[in-house]
């Protein structure tokens, strides 16, 4: 699962289960299955883990931990450091000409985001860029989603936007002049492109403590990332589904 996709997809399950965990702090975990972009991976399944602790001015959200800057009932101003597991291992392709590429690590990102609730939905914005220099990326991202509830469940359909720089195409789906002659494929330098996205995200509560989640996403890349050698499909469709349990 690419970092935009991943992180994304931990956003909405936060914002899905809020209204049912009541501010509650909470814990879960699931598994997501996504058919990777790059040409030999094949579907890949992960964890996905779902923390959620929040004491109104410090945070732990899935794999973020940051602050608030500005915190009222409808509108918040966070930092926070993430991780995001973004990566490519070539032995992890069937592509024998993918094989003789470089591996792409993952990184951490240092991030300011905002976000709105109004009566007609949420809106949530945010900037970050790469801390340890792995790929030097900057990536912006907007979404909107409206849930819509009833005492038990949650349904939370989403559409956003995401933006990545030329670092960070490049570091991801490029190709040097050294791995062309490895491998011979062709040459390739990734400018900043755009991802939109939707998503629909469903959840229930199960007992006083346990809730069940489960969604589906799908991403579209465009631009250089999906014209690079390394892409063997554009439209990345990724699920995912697991418990929650609130204290």
């Not at 931990?10 to 996504?34: F, N, R």
């Not at 996205?197 to 229930?204: E, F, K």
Request: aromatic fraction near 10%; hydrophobic fraction near 35%.
């Amino acid at each position: 699962m690419s970092e935009k996709i991943f992180k994304s997809v931990l956003l909405s399950l936060s914002v899905c289960l809020a209204p049912i965990l009541a501010q509650a702090d909470s814990i879960g975990l699931g598994a997501s299955w996504t058919n990777s972009p790059y040409k030999g991976y094949g579907g890949q399944f992960e964890p996905l883990p779902q923390i959620d602790i929040d004491n109104g001015k410090f945070f732990i959200d899935d794999l973020s931990i940051g602050a608030y800057l500005y915190k009222t009932d409808n509108q918040e101003v966070t930092v926070d450091i993430s991780y995001l597991p973004v990566q490519f291992k070539p032995k992890d392709t069937d592509n024998r000409q993918l094989k003789k590429l470089d591996k792409r690590h993952p990184t951490a990102i240092a991030e300011l985001g905002y976000s709105i609730t109004t009566a007609i939905g949420n809106i949530s914005t945010t900037i970050g860029g790469d801390i340890l220099n792995n790929s030097n990326s900057v990536l912006l991202d907007a979404s909107y989603n409206l849930a819509f509830s009833g005492d038990k469940w949650v349904v939370l359909p989403s559409l956003g936007l995401g933006w990545a720089n030329s670092h960070h195409n490049d570091y991801y789906y490029g190709i040097s002049h050294q791995e062309a002659n490895r491998s011979d494929l062709p040459v390739h330098h990734a400018k900043s492109s755009f991802t939109p996205y939707a998503s629909l995200t469903g959840s229930y509560k199960m007992t006083k403590q346990i809730n069940g989640f489960a969604g589906m996403r799908i991403d579209k890349l465009t631009g250089d990332v999906k014209n690079s050698p390394m892409i063997e499909h554009s439209v990345v469709p990724s699920i995912f589904a697991g418990l929650n349990y609130a204290f």
